[in-house]
């Protein structure tokens, strides 16, 4: 009972057991799992390729490729066998020729998580009926804008705020603030772009309200006491580049695209690594035909790993995808995972792009 006990609350307290406004190392992770069925088959290898309202996630200042005047993006995904819930929608505005803004919603949670603080009393007196359930959830809401520059020709910028909202339950959570920073250039045929996430520092304030018979359970079965603290997420650099060919009098087109992930608390488990920095290579790749079906493969998070014999050997996440775009209609499908192939621990993944012209709207809404 104990053990079973041990394991739940190591799944409350993993990563809220913080030391005063400390950086962590792996902070609000769920912002770098990735939106949408087309990245996510490509490796997430998008900051520079990607030209719809899933900007605001990946890179602001690719906004300003929406060519309608609304656009607007919806995603589910389950990982872990189902356990945990990956939702997620947006909606693009062009203001004028020069700028877009968009919002974005991202829920990630696991639900249904059994509570069984109360179900052993004082008296070591089993009481089946003390169990509860609660989520775990956590909450992202991104406000972004993007701008043409006059100055300087074929670059344009873009911005993301980003509000955080994490939840455990009935024992507490967090409210979190940061910005990211994106900028987008086209030179030759060749497309780059640069992205600056938690460019500031995105700081996350964790609250908890633990009853005093929650933090006796917690104490007599050997875990710590989560105490109210802040929790900083230092910033990472994203370059790309891309460039898209087109064969066979133009009917399909072949569109690489490489992004460098850099992050700068430490080593760690990454193809390119230093004592101050760490960069993650990630590549994707989309064959088009006629603008209308869409093939796609990418490959991120190669890592080594040892087995019980101290064999090294590799991990990556692959992923590879389909997608149809019709008149206003794209709807994109991914099988992929988070990183160990030996697991098979594969997600289907599935999301639809509507394109929303002012031409198609109500001309007197009621």
């Not at 053990?3 to 992770?29: D, H, M, P, W």
Request: aromatic share 12%; proline share 3%.
């Amino acid at each position: 009972m104990i053990a079973i006990r041990k394991i739940f609350f190591a799944l409350i307290t993993g990563s809220c057991l913080l030391t005063q406004a400390q950086v962590a190392k792996y902070s609000n992770e769920f912002l770098a799992v990735g939106v949408g069925a087309r990245a996510l088959a490509m490796g997430n290898a998008n900051i520079v390729s990607a030209n719809d309202v899933t900007c605001g996630y990946f890179n602001p200042a690719g906004l300003l490729n929406i060519k309608t005047k609304f656009q607007m993006a919806l995603m589910h995904a389950e990982y872990f066998a189902g356990i945990a819930k990956y939702d997620y929608g947006a909606l693009a505005t062009r203001i004028d020729s020069n700028s877009v803004a968009s919002v974005s919603m991202i829920r990630f949670g696991v639900d249904n998580i059994p509570n069984t603080l109360q179900l052993v009393d004082a008296n070591g007196f089993v009481d089946y009926s003390k169990i509860s359930s609660f989520s775990v959830t956590d909450f992202a809401a991104l406000l972004s804008y993007a701008r043409k520059l006059k100055v300087l020709k074929g670059v344009n910028l873009g911005a993301s705020g980003k509000i955080i909202r994490r939840h455990f339950g009935p024992f507490g959570g967090a409210w979190g603030f940061g910005l990211d920073i994106g900028a987008s250039y086209s030179y030759k045929g060749w497309n780059f772009a640069a992205v600056g996430r938690d460019i500031t520092g995105t700081f996350n304030a964790y609250t908890f309200t633990l009853s005093d018979q929650d933090k006796a359970t917690f104490a007599a079965t050997g875990n710590n006491i989560p105490s109210s603290s802040v929790e900083i997420t230092v910033p990472r650099l994203i370059i790309g580049a891309s460039r898209n060919f087109s064969v066979w009098k133009d009917k399909i087109s072949i569109m690489p695209e490489v992004n460098f992930i850099t992050t700068f608390d430490g080593k760690r488990n990454t193809i390119i690594k230093t004592p101050v920095l760490s960069t993650d290579p990630v590549v994707g790749i989309e064959i088009g035909y006629l603008k209308m079906i869409y093939l796609r493969a990418g490959i991120n998070n190669v890592q080594k790993a040892t087995d019980i014999n101290n064999k090294t050997y590799t991990t990556l996440a692959p992923g590879i995808g389909v997608g149809i775009k019709y008149k206003i209609f794209t709807l994109d499908y991914a099988l992929t995972n988070f990183g160990d192939n030996t697991l098979g621990l594969y997600s289907n993944i599935f999301s639809l792009k509507i394109d929303i012209d002012k031409s198609l709207l109500p001309k007197n809404p009621q």
